[in-house]
């Protein structure tokens, strides 16, 4: 009997993370899915294929792009998708923020397109390429974080973390400390490159110099194709699309967050013993500052 892999989920979500990666005749189809969802679960390819002004053989291999047999698997996955999203979408306020929207209209729009990013982000993160950056953090003499802007806050959080459980831990938000210490890197060493757009200059220059000093280098970021994303030799995908009022990148900061937050709690159950005393040890100085009359 023919075995057969589960149809990966998140069917919009890997649409949005592959569409910088896409031809031009596959972001039509692309496209269409994005706008009519609940439309496309109803039609034939050849129906699609009119539809987004292409072949019908350009809609098959956009759906085997997106890691599907076909487009009748990305149709079942589609159609459980928008169930869903219909299912719990009563009574909720989504979609962008307005100049003119109150203040608890925005609380609900902020609040539900952060569950949105980290929910697309769920289906998109590979639980063994994880598992492949936390046997590689677990080993590794240096383990560095390059990030700019909002990424960079990302990249510090990460380094806070690693290190109150003892790892030797370091953040690079200037580039030129990014790329000058990445060069001190040797095998066996982690650099991770935190970019939502994937086209961060600054980013890919460090992961370049990491992977030049032989380091496993390590993808943060939303486009699966992006460059950073072709450079690095392990990519973590997350969720997210920002607007124009997100421009400080907070629905993709949360992701980001969250992957780090995953690796750290994999990397701390690994080491149970040291993380845990380390922890308390930090822990036990602040508490004790805190104590303090200033």
Not at 134 to 148: D, M
Not at 152 to 173: C, E, N, S, T
Not at 205 to 227: F, H, K, L
Request: charge should be positive; hydrophobic fraction near 45%; charged fraction near 20%.
């Amino acid at each position: 009997m023919e075995h057969r892999s589960p149809a990966p989920p998140g069917c919009l979500a890997r649409i949005r993370a592959s569409y910088g990666s896409l031809r031009p005749s596959e972001r039509r189809v692309a496209d269409f899915i994005l706008k009519h969802p609940e439309e496309v679960t109803a039609l034939s390819v050849t129906e699609m294929a009119a539809r987004a002004q292409t072949s019908e053989s350009t809609v098959v291999k956009l759906a085997q792009r997106l890691g599907y047999r076909g487009y009748q698997q990305l149709k079942m996955v589609l159609a459980g998708e928008v169930g869903s999203a219909r299912a719990t979408a009563e009574g909720r306020i989504y979609g962008e923020i307005r100049v003119d929207d109150s203040l608890a209209v925005i609380k609900e729009k902020l609040i539900r397109s952060e569950i949105q990013g980290l929910q697309e982000t769920l289906p998109l993160l590979d639980v063994e390429r994880l598992d492949q950056v936390r046997e590689a953090i677990l080993g590794a003499r240096q383990i560095h974080f390059y990030g700019v802007g909002a990424s960079g806050m990302v990249a510090l959080d990460a380094q806070h973390k690693f290190a109150r459980i003892g790892l030797p831990a370091w953040a690079y938000v200037d580039p030129h400390q990014a790329t000058a210490f990445a060069s001190l890197l040797q095998e066996g060493d982690v650099a991770f490159g935190i970019s939502y757009s994937g086209n961060t200059l600054d980013v890919l220059e460090a992961i370049d110099t990491a992977n030049q000093a032989g380091a496993t280098t390590v993808a943060i970021t939303s486009q699966m194709g992006s460059p950073l994303a072709r450079k690095a030799k392990i990519t973590l995908v997350t969720g997210a699309v920002e607007s124009p009022f997100r421009s400080g990148a907070i629905v993709s900061r949360i992701c980001q967050l969250a992957v780090i937050d995953i690796l750290f709690i994999g990397v701390a159950v690994k080491r149970p013993d040291e993380s845990f005393a380390n922890l308390n040890r930090s822990r036990q100085a602040v508490q004790a500052r805190h104590g303090k009359n200033l």
